[in-house]
C-alpha cells in the first residue's frame, strides 16, 4: 500500500490486540495499541473466551471513535446451513453500530455481507490459509479489502506478496501461539475429540504428548514455540505491511497491557527491553521468531521441547534446599506472591511445579524462599517467573463506558389535558394532568427526554412546542411517557430484514468417494487418478512455488482429456478464472460448509460443477446450487505443516535427511503415520489393517 506522506513512524503501521473481553479492548487502547479484534457470542473462532454482548459492542464502538482507534469483529468460524438465519441476526446488529473490518474465514459469510451488508468492510482470516499472491488476488476479487495472511511465511515471502499485491491491505501475526497446522486446515480436535478447531472448540492435541513408535519415547513433537517478532518489526514496517496482530484472544488484560507496550515501544523506535518482562511473566512458552526468518537446513528446532505450558521468565537457580525452606541465586529480585515454577523431569518429559513466592531473608543476589509443602527441588534446577505481583491490573468496569447512541430529533407538543410526542416515524399521543404555574415546563421536559437508558437510540435535538404557556406536569408522569415512547421507538429502528435463500439451482456432478483421490503420501494428488474413465486431479492446498505450481498443471492439464480439477487453495480461483475450458470441483479444503459459499464459488468459478460438503458435515439443507458430494466414511489428514517432523519434532540433524521419511507414532491408543516430505508435515491416523511393520519389542 502507499503510505502517507508527512506521518509519524509509528503512524507508518497499525498495531492490532486480541480482546476477549471489553477489560482487555480498554487495556489494549489505554497501552498504545492502534485496533482491537474480538468475537460476538457467536460464531466466533475462540469459543472459550468472553466474547461481546451487543451492549459490549456498542460501548466498545463508542469508545473506539471517540478516541481515534478501530475494531475489527471476528466471524472466523464455518457456518452450517441452519444457522444462517442466526448468522444474519447477528450480521444486522453488527451493521447497526458498524465496525472497522469483519474478519471472516466461511466464504458463505463473505457472500451474505457482499449482498446485504455491503456496509461492514470484509477481511479475510488467517483460518483461510492465505499463503500465496493469488490467494491474496483472489480474495481482494471477491471483495475482500484486507487479507490476514498464514503465520507460515517467511519475510522474503511476505515482501513478495506485498510486491505483486500492492491495493490491497495485508496484516502479518507477530506475537502469540503458533498451531502446529496451517490454521484452517487443521482437522487433529475434530477427527481425535470430535471438537471442531473451524468452529472455535479447538482441543489443542497439538499441545498433548505422544509416543515414537520407533524409540518407545514420549515426547511433544507438534508443539511449536510461540511467536515474538520483537526482531522482524522493523523489517515488516520496511516491507509495508499495513497491521501487526498479536494472538490471544483467551488472554487476560496483564497479557494484552504488556505486549502493547512492548510493540508499541519497538514501532515508535524506543527501547522495548524494560517491557519484556511484563510480556513474559503474562504468558509465553518457549518463543522465537517463527517462521518468519528463513527455515535454512539446522535452523533452530521450533517445538518447545518437554514441556509445551506458559515457562514466564527464567530468572535463577535453586542452590540448596533444607526441608522446605530452598536456597536460590537470581538476577532480579523476589517479592511475595509472584508465581514461580520449577521443571521437574517425568519419564523424558517436564511437569510444572508452581508455587507462590513466600521469600525470606535475602543477601545480595540470593534469596531463601519457602515451600508450601515437602516437594523435593533438584540443585541447579532453573528458577521459572511465570507471574509478577507488581504487575496485577486494576479491572475496570464494563459500564464505565458509554453506550453509543443512535440521535433521533424529537418534537414534544405540550395541549391542554395531553402531550404528543414525535420522532423518526413514530408519533404518539398521551393523556396528561397539566396544571398551572408560574414557570415554564421546558427544562424539566428537556432533562426527562434527553435520558435514555439501555436503549440504542436517544432523542437529540429536541423541539418543544408549548400551546398553553407556564405549567407544571409531574415529573413521574413524563418519565412513564418517556418510557412508554423510548419502547416504541427503539422497536421501530430495528431492522426488520431476515435471511432469505437466494439460490439458482444447476447441474452437478457427483464425486467419487474423496479417499480415491488421494496421493499416495498426500490428501491431494497432482499426478491425476483415473476414475469410472476420467481424470481427476487436484492442487495442493499447500504450496510455496505457486507460478512454478501453475505451469506444471497448466502443462499437465493438457495431456489430459476433459480432467476434472480440484480446488484445495482459495488461489486457486484465479488459475480457474484463467483457464475456464476446464471443469472443476470443490475439493475438501475449499470448504463448503453452507450453500452461500457455494453460492460465492459458483459465481467466481462458473465452471465450477460440484464439490465435497465440508468434511466435518454430513448433512445439508436445501437449496443448494448444485448438490454436494457427502463423504462421511474419508479420514482427512490431521496436520499439514510446514514445521519438518524429523528436525523440529524429533530433533535429528538436516545433515543426513533422505528429504522423503516416514515415521509413526501412537497416543491413547490411537496410532498415526507421519510423512516428512521435503520440510512439510503431514499426519494421519493409521488404522490396524493399514499398519504394515512391528511394533518395536519396547512398546509391547
Given at each position: ?12 503501521i ?14 489494549a487502547?489505554r ?6 479484534y ?38 472466523n ?12 441476526d ?21 457472500n ?6 455491503p ?6 482470516s ?38 505483486e ?7 502479518v ?8 497446522g ?10 481425535i ?72 515501544a ?18 509465553q ?19 518447545t ?8 521468565e ?35 518429559l517436564?511437569?510444572?511445579?508452581r508455587?507462590?513466592a ?13 515451600l ?13 517467573m511465570?507471574?509478577?505481583s507488581?504487575l496485577?491490573m486494576?479491572?475496570?468496569s464494563?459500564?464505565?463506558l458509554?453506550?453509543?447512541k ?19 416515524n ?54 412513564k ?46 499426478d ?21 505450481l ?9 495431456t489430459?482429456?476433459?480432467p ?46 460440484g ?37 523440529d ?21 490411537r ?30
Amino acid at each position: 500500500m502507499i503510505k502517507p506522506q508527512n506521518t509519524k513512524l509509528g503512524d507508518m503501521i497499525e498495531l492490532a490486540l486480541p480482546a476477549g473481553t471489553i477489560k482487555e479492548a480498554i487495556a489494549a487502547f489505554r497501552a498504545g495499541a492502534d485496533a482491537v479484534y474480538f468475537g460476538m457470542k457467536d460464531f466466533s473462532a475462540r469459543k472459550g473466551a468472553g466474547n461481546f454482548s451487543e451492549e459490549d459492542l456498542s460501548r466498545i464502538r463508542r469508545y473506539a471513535l471517540e478516541n481515534d482507534r478501530k475494531i475489527y469483529i471476528t466471524v472466523n468460524t464455518l457456518i452450517d446451513d441452519k444457522d444462517l438465519p442466526r448468522l444474519y441476526d447477528m450480521l444486522s446488529t453488527i451493521s447497526k453500530y458498524g465496525c472497522d473490518g469483519l474478519i471472516v474465514q466461511d466464504l458463505g459469510v463473505a457472500n451474505i455481507v457482499r449482498r446485504d451488508f455491503p456496509s461492514l468492510p470484509l477481511h479475510g482470516s488467517t483460518q483461510l490459509a492465505v499463503h500465496t499472491s493469488a490467494g491474496v488476488k483472489a480474495l481482494q476479487g471477491l471483495g475482500f479489502e484486507r487479507v490476514v495472511l498464514s503465520r507460515e511465511l517467511n519475510l522474503d515471502e511476505i515482501a513478495s506478496i506485498r510486491k505483486e499485491c500492492p491495493d490491497i491491505e495485508l496484516k502479518v501475526f507477530i506475537h502469540g501461539a503458533l498451531c502446529y497446522g496451517f490454521s484452517g486446515l487443521c482437522m487433529a480436535s475434530h477427527c481425535i475429540t470430535g471438537r471442531s478447531a473451524n468452529e472455535g472448540s479447538c482441543a489443542q492435541i497439538c499441545r498433548s504428548w505422544f509416543c515414537d513408535e520407533e524409540t518407545g519415547k514420549r515426547y511433544y513433537p507438534f508443539s511449536l514455540e510461540d511467536l515474538d517478532a520483537g526482531l522482524c518489526v522493523r523489517k515488516l514496517m520496511d516491507i509495508g505491511i499495513d497491521s501487526l496482530k498479536v494472538e490471544g484472544r483467551l488472554k487476560g488484560p496483564e497479557y494484552v497491557d504488556a505486549v502493547t507496550r512492548y510493540y508499541r515501544a519497538i514501532i515508535d523506535g524506543k527501547d522495548e527491553k524494560p517491557y519484556h518482562h511484563g510480556v513474559s511473566v503474562s504468558f509465553q512458552r518457549k518463543a522465537g521468531p517463527g517462521f518468519l526468518l528463513p527455515l535454512h537446513p539446522g535452523h533452530r528446532i521450533m517445538t518447545t521441547g518437554p514441556y509445551p505450558g506458559h515457562r514466564g521468565e527464567r530468572i535463577g537457580c535453586i542452590l540448596d534446599q533444607r526441608g522446605r525452606k530452598i536456597l536460590v541465586e537470581t538476577d532480579r529480585k523476589i517479592k511475595a506472591y509472584d508465581g514461580l515454577m520449577v521443571l521437574l523431569s517425568d519419564k523424558g518429559l517436564a511437569e510444572p511445579y508452581r508455587f507462590s513466592a513466600k521469600p525470606g531473608e535475602a543477601q545480595g543476589n540470593r534469596t531463601i524462599l519457602f515451600l508450601p509443602d515437602d516437594t523435593r527441588l533438584p540443585k541447579g534446577a532453573d528458577l521459572f517467573m511465570i507471574s509478577d505481583s507488581s504487575l496485577n491490573m486494576k479491572a475496570i468496569s464494563e459500564t464505565e463506558l458509554p453506550l453509543m447512541k443512535k440521535n433521533i430529533g424529537a418534537r414534544i407538543r405540550i395541549e391542554k389535558e395531553q402531550i404528543s410526542v414525535s420522532a423518526g416515524n413514530l408519533q404518539e399521543s398521551y393523556p396528561c394532568n397539566v396544571s398551572a404555574s408560574e414557570n415554564s415546563p421546558e427544562k424539566a421536559l428537556r432533562t426527562i427526554f434527553s435520558q435514555s437508558g439501555t436503549y440504542s437510540v436517544q432523542l437529540s435535538p429536541i423541539n418543544i412546542e408549548n400551546t398553553i404557556g407556564d405549567c407544571y406536569i409531574n415529573p413521574s408522569e413524563l418519565k412513564k411517557i418517556r418510557r412508554d415512547f423510548m419502547e416504541k421507538l427503539a422497536s421501530s429502528e430495528k431492522d426488520e430484514h431476515h435471511y432469505e435463500a437466494k439460490v439458482e439451482r444447476h447441474e452437478s456432478t457427483q464425486l467419487p468417494p474423496r479417499q480415491r483421490l488421494d496421493g499416495e503420501r498426500t490428501p491431494w494428488n497432482t499426478d491425476g487418478v483415473v476414475i469410472d474413465g476420467r481424470t481427476y486431479i487436484s492442487f495442493p492446498a499447500v504450496r510455496y512455488e505457486e507460478a512454478n505450481l501453475f505451469r506444471k498443471m497448466e502443462e499437465k492439464l493438457k495431456t489430459i482429456k476433459n480432467p476434472l480439477v480440484g480446488l484445495n487453495n482459495i488461489g486457486d480461483i484465479i488459475f480457474a478464472q484463467k483457464h475456464p475450458e476446464y471443469d472443476y470441483f470443490a475439493d475438501i479444503y475449499l470448504y463448503l460448509p453452507n450453500r452461500e459459499a457455494a453460492v460465492l464459488l459458483k459465481e467466481a468459478v462458473p465452471s465450477l460443477v460440484g464439490g465435497y460438503l465440508w468434511i466435518e458435515r454430513e448433512e445439508y439443507e436445501e437449496p443448494w446450487p448444485f448438490k454436494p458430494t457427502v463423504d462421511t466414511s474419508y479420514r482427512p489428514a490431521l496436520f499439514i505443516s510446514r514445521a519438518c517432523y524429523r528436525h523440529d519434532g524429533l530433533g535429528l540433524s538436516c545433515a543426513d535427511c533422505k528429504r522423503h521419511n516416514t515415521f509413526h507414532a501412537e497416543q491413547n491408543g490411537r496410532h498415526y503415520v507421519i510423512y516428512a516430505d521435503d520440510c512439510t508435515t503431514i499426519v494421519r491416523e493409521e488404522k490396524k489393517e493399514q499398519r504394515k511393520w512391528t511394533v518395536p519389542s519396547q512398546m509391547q
